[in-house]
């Protein structure tokens, strides 16, 4: 009787001991994956930082215009900000942060054929309005149209630019 008593507490602390390694191995694998997320959370905040900081940059580098700008030379700045956007290094950058800064870059590219619709001056404004009026019936020689078009262009930009800024701020805040 005393033999299958000790078997039986020697047991238990084999149980007991299984249970601790067990417990000691779960423990080492949650601080590792709570160390490697923060590494993660940090390199991503760089890369969304520099990212953000080189497209502020070009900002400053390719000015879209001011008031007196012809709109294709408008069209032209925003077409250099978009191609050197483009070019612009992602990587180690979030999904999220990558789809919202495609998106702002391709509303940039939008908005930029919707301005290039627009005529250069009163002469081809002229022209330009003689000939929609006969081949489209537009009365106002489609100024209503193009101006719609630039609206809608413009909003779809803003609301591109507010989501990037909406994701830019979980990584950089």
């Not at 953000?52 to 925003?78: E, F, T």
């Not at 956007?85 to 990558?98: I, L, Q, T, W, Y």
Request: hydrophobic share 40%.
């Amino acid at each position: 009787m005393l033999r299958v008593v000790g078997r039986r507490v020697a047991s238990v602390n084999g149980v007991f001991e299984f249970v601790g390694a067990v417990a000691l191995v779960l423990v080492g694998v949650f601080v590792w994956q709570y160390v490697q997320r923060s590494r993660d959370e940090s390199q991503c905040r760089q890369a969304v930082g520099r990212v953000s900081q080189a497209l502020n940059d070009l900002g400053k580098r390719h000015p879209m215009g001011g008031s007196g700008s012809m709109p294709s030379q408008v069209a032209w700045a925003i077409g250099q900000y978009c191609d050197a956007a483009d070019r612009v290094d992602m990587s180690g950058c979030p999904e999220d942060f990558k789809v919202a800064t495609a998106d702002w870059v391709g509303a940039l590219r939008e908005f930029q054929q919707a301005i290039q619709q627009y005529p250069e001056s009163y002469l081809q404004g002229a022209a330009t309005g003689a000939l929609n009026f006969l081949a489209r019936g537009e009365v106002d020689g489609g100024e209503n149209r193009i101006k719609g078009a630039i609206k809608q262009s413009a909003d779809r930009l803003r609301e591109r630019h507010e989501e990037l800024n909406r994701v830019q701020a979980k990584y950089t805040h």
